[in-house]
């Protein structure tokens, strides 16, 4: 019964350990607008045409966004989310 618990107990600890690095990753990166080839942005584009990664059909489209490294967006000459939605406002 006590080895059922320590290994349960060893169990939630690494798991939680995965939770806390994935979270940390997850916190030093960004959207960044504007640099994602055609079929490699993450998610949902401004404009609403689609909701899922890889859908993209243009490259560098400005509404389409890929995480990046925070800090590294505007190296990589890509917008954040405020400029792209005023580019994508602008073209209306």
Not at 22 to 38: F, Q
């Amino acid at each position: 019964m006590n080895n059922k618990l320590i290994a349960s107990a060893a169990l939630a600890a690494v798991m939680s350990t995965g939770v806390i690095a994935s979270a940390e990753a997850a916190s030093k990166k960004e959207k960044c607008y504007g640099v994602a080839k055609a079929g490699q942005n993450d998610c949902a584009n401004l404009a609403g045409t689609h909701s899922c990664a890889g859908q993209s059909s243009l490259s560098y489209d400005k509404g389409e966004w890929k995480l990046v490294t925070k800090g590294t967006c505007s190296e990589l000459g890509g917008l954040s989310k405020k400029e792209a939605k005023q580019l994508y406002l602008a073209s209306k």
